[in-house]
RNA sequence: GGGGACGUAGCUCAAUUGGUUAGAGUACCGGCCUGUCACGCCGGUGGUUGCGGGUUCGAGUCCCGUCGUCCUCGCCA
């Protein structure tokens, strides 16, 4: 196997080179041991009649002691990938390396032979700088060396790993889904493939496997799951690539209730399995409503209070005219009190209201009680009777701060949510504890004030709470789905619902999203037929394994998570993707660039 | 698509108000050194200041455009 174009540079190349031991493993008990080691050169120590070689592989970093024979033959740089042999010695005590698991050893080489030669790095593997996004996704192959990254890596393919097998305890099935598959109306845009054989038709890359693991249920599949590459052509955030991995399942013949145990027990076996911890199950649950009451968002950090509380009932009585008339609008008053143990300087206080109005807020009404009446633009209102009224509704003492929104609800919570987190941050008190939740019963159906039309708040093949769904005039706006998210710390890990097992339901539901019969034919008709044989009740649940791996190790960018991601422009800096094709294979494919040739070349 | 920040040596950064030959650390190359592990010491190479244009006696610095990276809003059923 030794490779003779490489002999000239080896020292004994009749020796085998494949290593016995990685450069993790060997300690004091192989003391004495002839061994062979493979890796990088990851650092070098010339002293001149002694040479250290810091030697590299995935598993940790051994030092080998070279003497001047073999120094002087070969020359060796950053990055070389060699071969070396020779005998593992204990160190003298005051040579130990405490600080390196192999620190009591050395391997000290009788052979080296050098198996690939290494340019000059572009950075440093060892680095304690940061070195910039580009350079680093440009050379990933060099910045996948770095232990720190090999570390994210192994945590990901252990912790999947835990998730597969605890999907296979409860007796899943996993079930590859086409990545060549239909486009769909509503969602996110389509990645479009051209087909060779069809000319002028095109496959879609699916957004996510959800209309095949429901066909998959209908064949009697009752349990499956999926670690399922999925394709959103959106533009990019730190937490977001145009592909992702979503741990993806669905089960037949359950309610709500069997998805979220199912789910709490592998989320306790996996972070139990990949990481040792505890997390407690099952996780509290609470309507959409509620989450937006209490916290103005539909993703909560349950790990602070600052919770928003109605004030209609002060508001309606009260002598402010602005918030009696909000009140008599039918819209409504809430407020946040912020208590005394984070004092909020008036200073402060006007960068919140103007976060507010940044927001949409009109104004941010604000109110420090005191045994004398407090002070601030409610102050006011608050003499008296009025005072305590609205010191009770909040459970205000002096020195708390109060901070009011008056406005429509989506506004109210909307403002109030982002304040709530906003001082969050600024108390430092989004931090600690795993705090998981369901957020359930979402509305089923969103107007959309730009196409003026409705639009599924989940997906269209959510069930609604009223199988009826309101009858023949409902009030869209009142209806309530089977939609649940799961959430952590204020992050939406994933989404489900229990799903539209009735071809007459769906097509209603269809036809409310403004798809007629015919366009319903063409581009659900699949579905539609299929859930005419018999489809059982299913319900299912996706979570985004990117962002889970990289919350699971404290980080807030899936890119150290995602081996070779895409820049912020959706370009690949590596293989420098998407790039032109040969117009022979743009006519393959029946298809025409309309891109001006002067624009296309961008580099 | 909108807003913001940034772009100077292989890497990380500096360069006063627009003013001499654009510097430092590190890496790399050469030399010395037998116990280092961020080795040390001596010497050296290395620059189209992203790119194009403009203002100016003079531009890394100011202006316009463009490309790229990051953050963010829209978007992400």
Redesign the pocket.
């Given at each position: 196997m030794t490779p003779s174009s490489t002999s000239a540079l080896t020292t004994h190349t009749k020796t085998d080179w494949r290593r016995t031991h990685t450069c993790g493993e060997l300690r004091k008990p192989e003391v004495g041991s002839r061994v062979t080691l493979n890796g990088w050169v990851h650092?070098?120590?010339?002293?001149?009649?002694?040479y250290?070689v810091?030697l590299r592989d995935r598993y940790g970093i051994t030092?080998v002691?070279l003497?001047?024979e073999l120094s002087d033959a070969v020359?060796l740089?950053?990055e070389f990938t060699i071969s070396v042999s020779g005998r593992v010695v204990a160190?003298?005590p005051?040579?130990?390396?405490p600080?390196?698991p192999t620190?009591e050893i050395?391997v000290?080489a009788d052979r080296l032979e050098i198996l690939s030669r290494s340019n000059?790095?572009?950075?440093?593997i060892?680095?304690?700088?940061?070195?910039?996004?580009?350079?680093r996704?440009k050379y990933r192959y060099m910045d996948l060396r770095r232990p720190a990254m090999q570390k994210n890596f192994i945590h990901r393919s252990r912790f999947i790993h835990a998730m597969r097998r605890a999907f296979e305890r409860q007796n899943f099935v996993e079930v590859e889904t086409p990545i060549l598959t239909k486009a769909?109306p509503?969602?996110?845009?389509d990645f479009l493939v051209p087909s060779r054989v069809h000319p002028g038709e095109f496959y879609a890359l699916p957004?996510?496997p959800?209309l095949f693991k429901q066909i998959l249920m209908v064949a009697g599949m009752d349990r499956y799951y999926q670690v399922a590459r999925c394709f959103?052509d959106?533009?990019?955030?730190?937490?977001?690539q145009l592909e992702f991995t979503q741990l993806d399942m669905e089960m037949s013949f359950v309610e709500e209730d069997d998805i979220f145990r199912t789910w709490e027990q592998v989320l306790h076996e996996t972070f139990r399995d990949a990481m040792g911890l505890d997390v407690a199950i099952p996780f509290p649950r609470m309507s959409w409503k509620e989450a937006m009451e209490r916290f103005g968002v539909d993703k909560p950090d349950l790990r602070y209070g600052l919770e928003l509380v109605d004030l209609a009932d002060w508001a309606r009585t009260c002598e402010f005219a602005v918030f009696k008339d909000t009140i008599a609008r039918g819209e409504r008053v809430m407020g946040i009190r912020v208590p005394a143990q984070h004092p909020l300087t008036r200073k402060e206080i006007d960068g919140l209201e103007e976060q507010a109005k940044s927001t949409g807020a009109k104004g941010l009404a604000w109110w420090k009680p005191t045994a004398e009446g407090g002070s601030g633009p409610l102050s006011k209102f608050t003499t008296g009777a009025a005072g305590l009224a609205l010191r009770a509704r909040l459970g205000a003492q002096d020195g708390d701060t109060v901070l009011c929104v008056a406005g429509k609800q989506s506004l109210v919570w909307r403002v109030l949510g982002d304040l709530r987190v906003a001082l969050g941050k600024k108390f430092d008190l989004a931090k600690g504890e795993w705090r998981f939740t369901w957020v359930t019963s979402f509305p089923m159906f969103e107007f959309d004030e730009?196409e003026k039309r409705w639009?599924?708040?989940?997906?269209?093949?959510t069930a609604p709470v009223d199988w009826s769904m309101g009858g023949e005039a409902p009030d869209l706006s009142t209806l309530v789905s089977r939609a649940y998210d799961l959430v952590l710390n204020g992050w939406e890990l994933g989404s489900g619902s229990v799903r539209i097992h009735r071809s007459d339901v769906q097509q209603k539901v269809f036809s409310i999203l403004g798809i007629g019969p015919e366009e319903q034919k063409q581009k659900f008709g699949f579905l539609l037929e299929a859930l005419s044989f018999g489809a059982p009740p299913h319900a299912g649940f996706a979570i985004g394994l990117d962002r889970l791996c990289a919350m699971s190790l404290g980080m807030d960018?899936i890119?150290d998570i995602v081996a070779f991601?895409k820049?912020?422009?959706a370009?690949c800096?590596m293989t420098d993707a998407p790039s032109p094709v040969a117009p022979e294979q743009l006519a393959e494919v029946h298809i025409r660039s309309v891109v001006p040739p002067s624009?296309q070349q961008?580099?």
């Open positions: 650092a070098r120590r010339d002293h001149g009649g002694v250290f810091d030092q002691v003497g001047p020359k740089g950053p160190r003298e005051h040579n130990v390396n600080n390196r620190g050395d000290v000059t790095p572009p950075f440093p060892d680095a304690d700088e940061e070195v910039s996004f580009e350079t996704l769909t509503e969602g996110a845009r957004q996510s959800q959103r959106e533009d990019l955030r730190a937490d977001r730009t639009f599924s708040a989940h997906h269209p093949f960018n890119r991601p820049t912020a422009s370009a800096l624009i961008p580099s």
